[in-house]
């Protein structure tokens, strides 16, 4: 492990480029040869997101071949090699859907440029060692360091990366996404209250699942997910029903249908607000922002996660690949606490986290001692959902 705390930068190589390559790493620098068969290598990785469903082609990939044989030697030595194929492959005409992540993207590179380094060193060694054994261990490419590989396939393996939200200062319609003001209701539906305190509870947030990223990996994409809470200090209501716990009694965490979308849409006008009685809670120079989109962010690692097997070797991770902090769509969560997913009480799986709330966010509020929630959905059962926070 490099004393600089790079994940990437194991061991020093001859080459020019720079070598930390994100899921990737140096696998590029140890192709035998000095020519990499870029066309080959694209040939074979275009042929297996086809086979493989991860990529759906609107025409024949044959006629991207050459332009994204070029496109992969000129992302050989970018940071994430998974992100820049993603947005190429979205970009093309001849391209419908992307359905892979980034990880998943960069692991069908690293395996067939692991076949190619496999075929070109055979084909290297076998005429070094007919011509002259003394010359055979000149000819021979350096090979592969099996803990070095183990690594990059535990990179490769478990990286992912966030969405942070690009918003609008200020209030759209209810059926926008948004951080705080109106909120989408169904039709005739009162502004939801605290049942603690009988006050109307703020929004937070509402997504509408449709817009999500596409190189999101997300189990649902339709309908609309809101959370609403209770900001009362007198009550305290915060504490006094425990919000921090999944499913308090303080907090509203739900999902609108296709269908309850729909028709709430068809009954709102452009710019619906909470009836005059039940105002949005809080102090007015807190104000609303509408998302516009979602800008990908850098790869994340997890930390503590109970389903990923820790890195081989004691290998520490990069302080920068650590799950940040934040208001952020996917990645990794950052946990206050540890791991702290809510099981579905209907069919107890454990739930996905869609959306990290930061403290003093764009929603707002402060959890606790500057503590940090997430908004869960179950997998199977998308009307369950939750919210929970932990602080220091």
């Not at 915060?238 to 269908?259: I, M, N, T």
């Not at 520490?316 to 769509?329: F, N, Q, V």
């Not at 996917?330 to 009480?345: H, I, S, T």
């Not at 966010?361 to 997430?374: I, S, T, V």
Request: hydrophobic letters at 35%.
């Amino acid at each position: 492990m490099d004393p600089r705390g790079s994940v990437a930068r194991v061991r020093t190589y001859p080459t020019t480029r720079r070598e930390r390559f994100g899921a990737c790493g140096p696998l590029w620098v140890r192709l035998p040869g000095i020519d990499v068969p870029w066309t080959r290598l694209a040939g074979r990785v275009l042929e297996s997101y086809e086979r493989d469903g991860l990529v759906a082609f609107a025409s024949p990939w044959r006629g991207l071949l050459d332009e994204f044989a070029d496109h992969l030697a000129g992302a050989a030595d970018k940071d994430d090699l998974g992100g820049v194929i993603g947005e190429w492959l979205l970009d093309k005409d001849e391209v419908d859907e992307v359905f892979a992540d980034d990880r998943a993207l960069a692991r069908v590179v690293i395996e067939q440029a692991r076949r190619l380094a496999a075929e070109s060193s055979a084909e290297a060694t076998a005429p070094a060692a007919r011509d002259d054994e003394d010359d055979e261990d000149d000819d021979e490419p350096e090979p592969l360091d099996p803990e070095l590989l183990a690594r990059e396939a535990w990179i490769a393996r478990w990286v992912r990366r966030p969405f942070t939200p690009r918003t609008r200062e200020g209030d759209g319609a209810s059926t926008a996404s948004k951080f705080c003001g109106a909120a989408l209701l169904r039709p005739g539906e009162a502004w939801p209250v605290c049942p603690g305190c009988g006050q109307p509870m703020r929004l937070f947030v509402q997504l509408d699942l449709a817009t999500l990223p596409p190189a999101l990996p997300y189990p649902h994409r339709e309908g609309m997910v809101q959370l609403f809470y209770c900001t009362n200090t007198d009550p305290l209501c915060e504490v006094d029903h425990e919000a921090w716990q999944p499913f308090g009694k303080s907090s509203l965490a739900r999902w609108l249908s296709p269908a309850e979308q729909a028709h709430a849409a068809k009954s709102s006008s452009p710019l619906d607000h909470p009836p005059d009685d039940h105002p949005p809670e809080g102090p007015s120079d807190e104000p609303a922002a509408m998302i516009l989109g979602w800008a990908q962010g850098s790869p994340e690692l997890p930390e503590y996660e109970p389903d990923v097997p820790p890195p081989p070797d004691d290998m520490e991770i990069d302080e920068a690949l650590r799950p940040r902090a934040g208001d952020k769509l996917g990645g990794w969560p950052a946990w206050v606490q540890g791991p702290e997913y809510p099981r579905c009480p209907r069919c107890k799986a454990r739930m996905t986290v869609l959306l990290q709330l930061e403290s003093n966010g764009l929603c707002r509020h402060q959890f606790g001692d500057l503590g940090a929630g997430h908004l869960c959905q179950c997998p199977e059962h998308p009307d369950v959902v939750a919210f929970g926070w932990a602080c220091h």
